[in-house]
């Protein structure tokens, strides 16, 4: 059974099946999940390898005290400014929150 686990974890399913779990809730209720969700740090940082500018990106990160760091900080800031968008939606909307 804990192999099976492993396997599952190791291809990626529980990361689908989240996935597939928010997109049915926030079809219930779109308030009640995150706007955003955050990358894990080790998959962020081979995605943005995949290009020069990324490469570069990382480079500069890790020189400036780690990408981990930083990487929080960006997504924290993003998370931020998407809520707050959400918040000027509903007030445009409906005059008020």
Known sequence: MKEDFDLYER???NREYLTLLQAEQFQVNPDSVTPTV?????E????LCSSEAGRKL???WDSLGGFKAHLMNVQRDVADMVRSLGSNRAVGVHGTL
């Open 11 to 13: 291809s990626g399913l």
């Open 38 to 42: 955050s990358m894990d740090a080790c």
């Open 44 to 47: 962020c940082r081979n995605s």
């Open 58 to 60: 990382v480079s500069d």
